[in-house]
């Protein structure tokens, strides 16, 4: 059973324009968020989090979107550089766990 | 390095065989987690230590499955009598505190292929 599901498997952008990645969940419980980014070979890197308290983080480039009435999550990369081109995770958590999504692979086109 | 270290980096175990992972946290991290991920699936929960106490091994797949982080630094992840379906990529995280808002970081991973 998928608590967090990541719809698109691949997502492709020009360079300069807004990537959004887009994450649904079915536990109302879970109360802190994430997104993670993976390069091939590599663990993934936390990128940003949102806790439930709250509907919108920014850093950067980045921005995280939560809407706990919909159970969706989002993640905004504007503008989207060719070294964005990776894979992400959008993650929850309630207590010690984190469930993960399956992952969108992110192509940034020069 | 500073970051989170595994080792072997790839592993190739014959079905049946038992096998051992090991992860090197980041000096000084209370909280350790196991995770395994499976070809094009994210990452799922197996376990979580708070220094050497493991406070929750419900992802555990089977009692085959078995990890110890005795000194409350380096953690090993066992697998016995491994069965195809064990393969995947066996990750480890780290973070600083007790709060789970503490940021994970990731090892690279260790690459299990059972045959």
């Known amino acids: 059973d998928q608590q967090v599901k990541q719809n698109s498997p691949s997502l492709s952008v020009q360079e300069g324009r807004i990537s959004i990645l887009n994450c649904d969940y079915t536990n109302s419980m879970f109360d802190y968020f994430l997104w993670y980014k993976k390069y091939p070979a590599e663990g993934p890197t936390f990128l940003i989090s949102i806790s439930s308290i709250k509907d919108k983080n920014e850093d950067g480039r980045f921005t995280v979107f939560l809407n706990k009435s919909a159970k969706h999550l989002s993640l905004h990369i504007v503008p989207s550089q060719p070294g964005d081109s990776a894979v992400y995770f959008c993650a929850a958590s309630t207590g010690n766990q984190f469930y993960f999504g399956t992952g969108t692979s992110l192509t940034v086109i020069p | 390095g500073a970051g989170v270290s595994q080792s072997p980096r790839y592993k190739v175990a014959k079905r049946g065989q038992d096998v051992a992972l090991r992860c090197d946290p980041i000096?000084?991290?209370?909280?350790l987690f196991w995770y395994q991920q499976a070809l094009g699936q994210g990452p799922e929960f197996l376990t979580y230590f708070q220094n050497e106490a493991q406070l929750d091994k419900s992802g555990l797949p089977s009692d085959r499955f078995f990890a110890e982080r005795p000194e409350g630094s380096v953690s090993t992840l066992k697998i016995q009598r491994t069965q195809q379906e064990d393969s995947a990529v066996y990750l480890c995280?780290?973070?600083?505190?007790?709060?789970?808002?503490?940021?994970?970081?990731f090892g690279p991973g260790t690459r299990l292929l059972v045959l």
């Open positions: 995280a780290s973070t600083g505190l007790v709060s789970r808002q503490e940021t994970q970081y």
């Open positions: 000096s000084g991290h209370v909280s």
